[in-house]
């Protein structure tokens, strides 16, 4: 059984910067996607930012040149650095994997990043 386990998020002022990342831990075949998710209330889920193991990334357009994702494939983790967030950054951030060996669509248990003054 695979999980991933998430840590960071909180408060932050509008211009500020924060850092999630996430874990996947128990026994391991291949995670081919990494990646975050968010969802604000009232709004569908939606995709941040995505990562494979060979290294192709996609962001929202409007997280584009704020946002960085990165993977480390030997240890599982996927990091997103946020930068210049927005109020309109506020929701709730979900990492998600692609796992195979088992075949499972993974998802962390989010956690809440807040960008108000």
């Known amino acids: 059984q695979v999980q991933l386990v998430e840590s960071g998020g909180g408060l932050v002022q509008p211009g500020g910067s924060l850092k999630l990342s996430c874990a996947a831990t128990?026994?391991?075949?291949?995670?081919?996607?990494m990646g975050w998710y968010r969802q604000a209330p009232g709004n569908q889920r939606e995709l941040v930012a995505r990562?494979?193991?060979?290294?192709?990334?996609n962001y929202l357009d409007s997280v584009k040149g704020r946002f960085t994702i990165s993977r480390d494939n030997a240890k599982n983790t996927v990091d997103l650095q946020m930068n210049m967030l927005k109020p309109e950054d506020t929701a709730v951030y979900y990492c998600h994997a692609q796992h195979f060996g088992p075949y499972q669509t993974l998802w962390g248990q989010g956690t809440l990043v807040t960008v108000s003054s």
């Open positions: 128990g026994t391991i075949g291949r995670i081919y996607a």
């Open positions: 990562i494979t193991d060979g290294g192709s990334t």
